[in-house]
């Protein structure tokens, strides 16, 4: 059945019957009704009107290889015609989750070397949490098993994925968190750093919360501490330098397992394969989905770190977890083609040493001395702008929020889509921009700021 036999007026009132999406107002979507997205290519997504919008997001920061790309689909269509479906329960595997397993531990830190499989970010988290858990427990320790996360914090939306994040609104519809989560101030300086503080300080500060929240548990009974290495679906907060240095030395100290969560920022964004190599953080687990297929194929990877790993098959027997498709052969086979189409076209380094450098330097100059924004701040190819009523106050219009989905709004309408996060702006391109992709977004979103002011 092809959409094509449809308009757009007859697909929205079939959505509006039938489909509740992820995070939405559903009386508020029924007033206006679902923009249809029916096709992509390199760095553009269509609607079903035909306009043409350069993709800001990469879709939700996943389709980092860029869109159009035959030769996954290609990898998908030959393994389903080999073998569409088989799992790696009952002492059986089949070769792709195996291959790509071996291509990720050559990636990763160097003290990453086992990876377990699920379908989504959250369900890694997911893992991740039991993995932590029962590391302690396997240890003899099975008190120590307080996890320290952040406020503003985003690990998924799964019950455990939601209890680790620290966003209050999903904690309220939980109807009962995972207990034994605990959620400290977030590396946000531009609203939480005091006035006259610098950076390092505040770096430093905010790192201590974490220390506090240790010592107030007892180091006998925290398991783990859990962060972004940035912040992204919180407001891509990006942290002082001086932060995670200081993370690292107060799980050290205490024996707390650093657990980074890269589903947004693994595979190529910041410029490094993982942030972790970027920022030199080395952690026991990292989580990683989103990228690992540019978003072709739903796949999670956990990585499990050497330390937890050799507990877990040496003292653990049966590990009573997994999901019918942790290794699904076809979502690893695009896997490993999209990690060939990155290396193969150095998309890594050229954010690192040309794209990355770029879109900061023009995000930099062409919109942070626009009266509505409060700062401009960047990584590889991630990106927040901070909208704000008065430069030198730093005071927000209202309501909050506001003014970040007018200017959304408007950089839609200019054929730039955007996310607005409260009252940030947020990118996040695919790693095929280049400076000309960049200057053309850059232009879409200063008459976006012009026309929302
Ligand atoms: N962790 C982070 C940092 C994320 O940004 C997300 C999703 O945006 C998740 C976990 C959850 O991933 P998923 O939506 O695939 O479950």
Redesign the pocket.
Known sequence: MSYQNFSLKQLQEIDAGHHLHPFTDHKELRAVGSRMIVRADGPYIYDSEGNEILDGMAG??CVNAGYGRTELAEAAYEQMKELPYYNSFFKCSTPTPVLLSKKLAEIAPANMNQVFYG???????DTALRVVRRYWALEGKPRKNRIISRKM??????IA?ASL?GMSHMHEQLGGAVPNIVHVMPPYSFELAEPGESEHDFGIRAARAVEDAILEAGAENVAAFIG?PI???GGVKIPPESYWPEIQRICRKYDVLLML?????GYGRTGEWFAAQAMGIEADTI?T??ALTSGYQ?L?ALFIGDRIARTLIDKGGEFFHGYTYSGHPVACAVALKNLEIIEREGLVDRVRSDTGPYFRKTLMERLSGHPIVGQVRTVGLLGAIEIVADKETRERFQPSGSAAVKVRDHAIAQGLMMRATDDTMILSPPLIWTRETIDIAAARIERALDLAA
Do not use: C, F, Q
């Open positions: 939700l920061w379908s989504s970010g959250s369900e890694a988290n914090a985003y690990h998924g939306s799964t994925g994040g972004e912040m992204g679906a969560d890269e589903v947004i920022t989580t989905a989103k739903p999670s």
